[in-house]
């Protein structure tokens, strides 16, 4: 048994001397607080436990636990300090946590005990008999009233089969039938005629777990039916159906005076039944003509009058019609829609559609268009990735696609009902981008908006943030970013207090972010952040297999936006297109494609060869061209290990036909890695295609 001390005797430690009083095995040792008359050293008292005002006098080596509940830092200090290194010191921000969940379980205790006091006040209360059965035919419930009229107590009843109780009981037959049998006679073992309904019950998979049976004495029934005439029988069905309407319902009589209201109608218009009951039509009204009164007095329904209810001045629309019972007016019935709800739910049915459309990521992994090793190997990577809360950068040349990952991962994600926030680092100026991102708070800056405003990483809290261009970010917002990826949480700009947020990066560049570390333009630590699931994605000329697949997926999006009709590529102007090494890569093609498609006439469905233009002069092929112009003696030894290392990978992948698998196991390098290296040697589209 381990041994504790409280220093605290306040609320909360009191709490949590009750709790561990109830566990066996922690015992209790000694209370301590400065005051005297603090409840716990009261408590203390009672139940026998040590108790003073100096825990310095009580603290020895037997101690296991220490729980400090004064919220004082000095306090805690000083025990840390002087205890027993075997001893566990927990803070008062912790203990405080503990009793606050104390205090709202005995709360939530307290709530139950009186749900379930009035849940059994209701069914005692009930004229009606109640038996209810499990699955098994054992009796789980059994009023006041079914006591009375079978003659068996409460406590025989419960836990008893029905058929030991009621000897010709049909609620076991409902177990199989589930069948409802309303309205039917029964003589009960002491002769007694009622007139009962039974009920199967379902759980929500259709399985049945039970059976209820409500019955009533006929003689009461009797007397009840002989009292129902004229304007009571009304009142007595309507209210069966107002009681559970959500529009407000009203019911006056032939002299306008109120004789009916339902919840829903002391909710919109703030009038109790005190209030309308017995009270004149008009009492409701606070702007406008009684309707109630109109319609008794030309006994012709009234539709779609607004007007102004109650104290709060509630802005309403108002039916009323008149009660006719064999040719008499008895009355009118009014319905009440509450304006202000309704326009409330178009501005946030408003709301809601402006941020889906901002928020929405609108691609999956089926949009990715692609059937080559290169960006097969893509594709299950981001898959895989989407499965993780890792975060993840994407690499690739611009117009490879990038977003189009980066909404797949976020849609194949648990994160997917959540939102999709959209950035781009390179568009956005480096004092704006810090606010959009982070927030600010009010004052932060000249022009700063009331109340500050949330940056778009709260927004994305519990989705995914897409940062595109990322290597374009300045190097003081790098830092703020780090802190993002490491700590989970934000400091606005302006502000101090860090917010913590739960968001899935994803990052993407065009950019050599190496380069970028070895010219300081970048951090190394934020890449090894960021660089935890990269995802090389293939340009289009490391894939020109792919092209037939994506120039025929490009051409249904083009016939939308031009109104076109256009069938397909011709196997020449798809050689023409796999000849061209596509520095844009697919954005590229787009371009090209419909170029190609305004020049068309309107009776040509095929695009041809001559309808492509001319491509322009390749950037890749100036490269190419490019030699290194100065001697070996004026290079530097960076310059002279590059231009082996660019030697080794050419003769390595002539060696292997281009294979770049066999290739990068030859180097013994992984095979993204050698992507990169082709392309910073401009080898790429000799061997990479």
Same mark, same amino acid.
């Given at each position: ?25 922690? %015992? ?23 108790? &003073? ?19 004082? %830092? ?69 009023? !006041? ?32 039938? !589930? ?76 002299? &306008? ?39 008794? %007095? ?118 997917? /009902? ?16 810090? #606010? ?20 778009? /990483?709260?927004?994305?809290?519990? &989705?995914?943030? /897409? ?6 970010? #300045? ?10 990826? %490491? ?184 095979? !993204? ?17």
């Amino acid at each position: 048994m381990q041994k504790v001390m409280i220093v605290g005797a306040g609320q909360g430690g009191t709490s949590i001397l009750k709790l561990l009083n109830e566990i066996d095995f922690l %015992q209790v040792g000694a209370v301590i607080d400065l005051n005297e008359e603090a409840s716990g050293l009261k408590l203390a008292k009672q139940l026998g436990v040590a108790y &003073g005002t100096d825990w310095k006098e009580f603290l020895d080596y037997s101690y296991d636990i220490i729980i400090e509940v004064t919220g004082c %830092q000095t306090t805690f200090h000083e025990i840390r300090s002087v205890k027993s290194p075997h001893t566990v010191l927990i803070p008062g921000t912790v203990a405080f946590i503990i009793a606050r969940l104390l205090e709202e379980k005995e709360s939530l205790i307290e709530k139950l005990q009186g749900e379930s006091h009035r849940r059994n006040l209701i069914f005692n209360s009930t004229d009606e008999g109640m038996v209810v059965i499990d699955g098994d035919g054992t009796i789980i419930l059994f009023n !006041r009233s079914a006591e009375k009229m079978i003659g068996v107590q409460q406590e025989e009843a419960i836990g008893a089969h029905v058929k030991d109780i009621i000897h010709n009981s049909r609620l076991p037959d409902l177990l199989v039938s !589930r069948r409802v049998e309303a309205n039917k006679e029964h003589v009960l073992n002491n002769g007694l005629k009622v007139i009962t309904t039974r009920f199967p019950m379902l759980n929500e998979n259709n399985e049945i777990i039970g059976a209820f049976a409500v019955f009533k004495d006929i003689s009461e029934v009797v007397n009840l039916a002989e009292e129902i005439t004229n304007l009571k029988e009304i009142q007595t069905m309507l209210e069966a159906i107002i009681q559970s309407s959500n529009d407000a319902i009203t019911v006056v009589d032939e002299y &306008g005076k109120g004789i009916l209201i339902n919840p829903a109608y002391s909710r919109i218009t703030g009038l109790s039944e005190e209030e309308v009951i017995g009270k004149p039509a008009t009492t409701d009204i606070y702007e406008g003509e009684s309707m109630h009164m109109k319609v008794l %007095q030309t006994r012709k329904p009234v539709r779609g009058v607004k007007m102004l209810v109650g104290p709060h001045k509630k802005e309403v629309i108002v039916n009323v019609a008149p009660i006719i019972v064999n040719g008499k007016l008895k009355g009118s019935v009014g319905v009440i829609h509450d304006m202000s709800e309704m326009k409330e739910l178009n501005n946030e049915l408003h709301r809601a559609r402006q941020i889906i459309r901002t928020l929405e990521a609108k691609y999956e992994f089926e949009d990715i268009i692609g059937s080559s090793e290169e960006m097969k190997l893509a594709i299950d990577q981001a898959k895989l990735s989407a499965t993780t809360p890792v975060t993840v950068l994407l690499r690739g040349e611009s117009g490879t696609g990038k977003e189009l990952f980066a909404h797949a991962i976020h849609n194949a994600s648990d994160r997917k /009902f959540n939102h999709f926030i959209r950035v781009n680092c390179g568009a956005i100026s480096e004092n704006l981008l810090e #606010s959009e991102l982070f927030g600010y708070e009010e004052g932060a800056f000249s022009g700063a908006k009331r109340g500050g405003k949330k940056g778009l /990483f709260e927004e994305a809290d519990n &989705g995914s943030i /897409f940062l595109d261009e990322i290597g374009e970010m #300045s190097l003081h917002i790098q830092v703020k970013l780090l802190r993002v990826l %490491q700590e989970n949480e934000i400091v606005k700009v302006g502000g101090v207090k860090a917010i913590p947020i739960n968001v899935r990066v994803i990052a993407a560049t065009n950019v050599n972010l190496e380069k970028a570390i070895s010219e300081g333009r970048f951090r190394e630590d934020l890449y090894y952040r960021l660089n935890r699931m990269p995802i090389y994605i293939p340009s289009l000329r490391q894939r020109i297999g792919d092209i037939p697949l994506v120039a025929s997926y490009l051409l249904q999006k083009l016939n939308q936006e031009y109104g076109r009709n256009i069938e397909g590529v011709t196997d020449s102007a798809i050689a023409k297109l796999q000849s061209y090494h596509w520095p844009g890569n697919v954005r590229e093609l787009e371009n090209i494609l419909g170029r190609a498609i305004i020049f068309m006439k309107y009776n040509e469905t095929m695009i041809e060869a001559h309808h492509i233009p001319h491509f322009p002069h390749s950037i890749m092929e100036k490269r190419e061209e490019q030699v290194y112009e100065k001697n070996n003696e004026e290079l530097s030894f960076l310059e002279k290990m590059n231009l082996y290392e660019k030697k080794l990978i050419e003769e390595c992948l002539q060696r292997n036909k281009g294979n770049k698998t066999a290739s990068a196991r030859e180097l013994e390098i992984s095979v !993204r890695s050698l992507y990169y290296k082709a392309e910073k040697y401009n080898l790429e589209k000799k061997f990479m295609q």
